[in-house]
């Protein structure tokens, strides 16, 4: 019951429904919260002492899932009302009484809150404080839960536990799940993961230096950075940098990133770098990984237009049964 109210409240947001929202939560406060704890004394103003009993005597009472979503709707409700001390409250529960499937929702709506609220995420926030964010979200066990293997059969069957998990750790390497961060940075940035507007270069590569070093496979997060970037004015070493930054991303991905990845990847190197040594070696590593994809083919071909070696490229398409123009 209380996530349907949860994800009714957010439907409307998403609408720019503000005061049918508004409504909607004082419709929730009454009918829901008033009335189960009228009881006890509660009431829409009470301090941050007896918040805290009501949410201690609230997780003895009901499911998980309702506690959760319950908070959830407490803090919006409260948020609404410019309670920011016991919407923050609220929250900060929630993000504690989630459980692992439901931890990176509750991460994302913790992390609208700090947007909302304007006390720690601002537009010109200092890269510590950002960091300092991140790094609590990621330092929870929640946000890594452990992986799985690509199924195999042989490696079902093998009788002793140490055994097969260790043929699982060989066979199986998988890179860190950068999703929750990037689920975080689409949620106070937009799209994009970064702000579209930076006073001093050198923040943003702080942060994102920063964010790779934990999650060095973040290829969405590299993606981003070039295309930002190229609309800054010529610098032949921000350039290198995030060209850099994009390559090693998807090298270090494991599971590979999907084809239209690198396709768009070659496509941002081409217009981003003059360095073609960086464009070369990113084409015959990504044939090395799709090594029938004409999207790849026709940009390595085009890139040879420019180091003149086309008919080595050619010739190397034909030998995969890839005629190029």
């Not at 496979?217 to 950075?225: G, R």
């Given at each position: 019951?209380?996530?349907i109210?949860?994800?009714?409240a957010?439907?409307?947001?998403?609408?720019?429904?503000?005061e049918?929202?508004?409504?909607?939560?004082?419709?929730?406060?009454h009918?829901?919260w008033?009335?189960?704890?009228s009881?006890n004394g509660?009431?829409?103003?009470?301090?941050?002492e007896?918040?805290?009993?009501?949410?201690?005597?609230?997780?003895s009472?009901f499911?998980?899932?309702?506690?959760l979503?319950?908070?959830?709707?407490?803090?919006?409700?409260k948020?609404l009302?410019n309670?920011?001390?016991?919407g923050?409250?609220?929250?900060?529960?929630a993000?504690k009484?989630?459980?692992?499937e439901d931890?990176?929702?509750?991460?994302?709506?913790?992390?609208?809150?700090l947007?909302t609220?304007?006390?720690?995420?601002?537009?010109?926030?200092p890269?510590?404080g950002i960091?300092?964010i991140?790094?609590?979200?990621l330092?929870?066990?929640?946000?890594?839960?452990a992986?799985e293997p690509l199924?195999?059969?042989?490696?079902?069957?093998?009788?002793?536990?140490?055994?097969?998990?260790?043929?699982?750790?060989?066979w199986?390497?998988?890179?860190?799940d950068?999703?929750l961060?990037?689920?975080?940075?689409?949620?106070?940035h937009?799209?994009?993961?970064?702000?579209?507007?930076?006073?001093?270069?050198?923040d943003?590569?702080?942060?994102?230096?920063?964010i790779?070093?934990?999650?060095?496979?973040?290829?969405?997060?590299?993606?981003?950075?070039?295309?930002?970037?190229?609309?800054?004015?010529?610098?032949a070493s921000?350039?290198?940098?995030?060209?850099?930054l994009?390559?090693?991303a998807?090298?270090?991905a494991?599971?590979?990133?999907?084809e239209?990845?690198w396709?768009?990847?070659?496509v941002i190197?081409?217009?981003?770098?003059?360095?073609?040594?960086i464009?070369?070696?990113?084409?015959?590593?990504?044939?090395?990984?799709?090594?029938?994809?004409?999207?790849?083919?026709?940009?390595?071909?085009?890139?040879?237009?420019?180091?003149?070696n086309?008919?080595?490229v050619i010739?190397?398409?034909?030998?995969?049964?890839?005629?190029?123009?």
């Amino acid at each position: 019951v209380q996530c349907i109210w949860n994800q009714y409240a957010e439907c409307a947001l998403q609408n720019g429904k503000f005061e049918f929202v508004k409504e909607l939560m004082d419709r929730w406060f009454h009918s829901v919260w008033n009335a189960q704890y009228s009881q006890n004394g509660f009431s829409d103003t009470m301090d941050g002492e007896n918040s805290l009993r009501l949410l201690e005597s609230w997780i003895s009472n009901f499911s998980q899932i309702d506690v959760l979503f319950g908070l959830l709707n407490l803090s919006l409700y409260k948020l609404l009302k410019n309670d920011h001390i016991e919407g923050r409250l609220a929250i900060d529960r929630a993000l504690k009484t989630a459980a692992a499937e439901d931890y990176k929702h509750c991460v994302r709506e913790h992390a609208m809150f700090l947007l909302t609220d304007g006390s720690q995420c601002k537009e010109d926030a200092p890269v510590s404080g950002i960091l300092n964010i991140l790094h609590g979200y990621l330092v929870d066990a929640r946000a890594f839960p452990a992986s799985e293997p690509l199924s195999r059969m042989f490696i079902q069957s093998i009788k002793k536990p140490r055994v097969r998990q260790l043929v699982s750790n060989m066979w199986s390497p998988v890179s860190s799940d950068f999703s929750l961060v990037n689920l975080v940075l689409e949620v106070w940035h937009g799209p994009s993961f970064l702000p579209q507007r930076f006073s001093n270069l050198k923040d943003l590569v702080d942060l994102v230096e920063a964010i790779m070093e934990i999650l060095p496979s973040n290829y969405q997060l590299a993606v981003s950075v070039c295309k930002l970037l190229s609309g800054v004015p010529d610098s032949a070493s921000v350039s290198f940098w995030a060209s850099s930054l994009l390559v090693n991303a998807l090298f270090q991905a494991v599971p590979v990133a999907p084809e239209y990845v690198w396709v768009e990847a070659a496509v941002i190197l081409l217009n981003l770098t003059d360095i073609q040594s960086i464009s070369v070696s990113f084409h015959k590593r990504a044939l090395s990984v799709y090594p029938f994809s004409i999207k790849l083919w026709k940009s390595y071909l085009n890139l040879s237009r420019t180091t003149g070696n086309m008919g080595t490229v050619i010739e190397a398409a034909r030998a995969k049964g890839i005629k190029l123009d």
